[in-house]
């Protein structure tokens, strides 16, 4: 059976048109204000980003976060924290990409699938300084507008009556039907 061009509409929508994944591991370095003995603790809080088209093939997303450092100092005789303010930019290759789209205006989502958490945190060699190693990791979806080629049911008319097999969906219960429910049906072991 061969189809004419009148059984096909295009429809114009928007779908993903791009993905990607990227896994980043990276080393901070943070000046305390007194020379460390030990770390007591390290957490990354407040975790900003954003994300844009950056080429045909990657999304860049810039963030920020805090990295916040408790750690004892003065022979382990005294504590503080330090906190630091660190920004990145992260380049995620596009690993799934539809060359398809009609226009260059797309939307970008990226999603955090691992926060920026710290791994290691140390006092360097030179004993002044401490370096925190953070992993994070994004996936990053594009989105753009496409075309979509549809078959039509050319047995379908425009205003036509629904046909009667599609009566079954649109039964409802009637007032009569729920009065004769037995709400009791499950019966309680003695």
């Known amino acids: 059976?061969?189809?004419l061009k009148k059984d096909y509409?295009?429809?114009i929508t928007?779908?993903?048109?791009?993905k990607g994944r990227k896994f980043t591991q990276e080393s901070h370095t943070v000046n305390p204000s007194h020379r460390p003995s030990s770390i007591l603790g390290c957490w990354v809080i407040n975790h900003l980003y954003h994300a844009k088209k950056k080429s045909?093939?990657?999304v860049e997303v810039n963030g920020s976060y805090e990295i916040n450092i408790w750690y004892s100092y003065n022979d382990n005789t005294k504590?503080?924290?330090v906190t630091e303010r660190v920004t990145y930019c992260d380049v995620v290759p596009l690993a799934v990409k539809d060359e398809n789209c009609l226009d260059d205006d797309f939307d970008v989502i990226a999603k955090v699938l691992q926060q920026p958490n710290c791994l290691e945190c140390k006092i360097d060699k030179k004993g002044n300084k401490i370096t925190v190693e953070i992993e994070r990791e994004f996936?990053?979806?594009?989105?753009?507008?496409?075309?979509l080629r549809v078959k039509v049911d050319p047995n379908w008319?425009?205003?036509?009556e629904e046909d009667e097999d599609d009566e079954i969906w649109h039964d409802h219960?009637?007032?009569d039907e729920l009065e004769d429910v037995d709400v009791d049906f499950v019966k309680q072991k003695d």
Do not use: L
């Open 14 to 18: 928007k779908a993903i048109c791009g």
């Open 56 to 58: 045909a093939d990657t």
């Open 173 to 175: 219960v009637t007032d």
């Open 79 to 81: 504590t503080e924290v």
């Open 1 to 3: 059976m061969s189809f």
């Open 9 to 11: 509409r295009e429809i």
């Open 139 to 147: 996936v990053v979806q594009v989105i753009g507008e496409t075309k």
């Open 157 to 160: 008319e425009a205003g036509a």
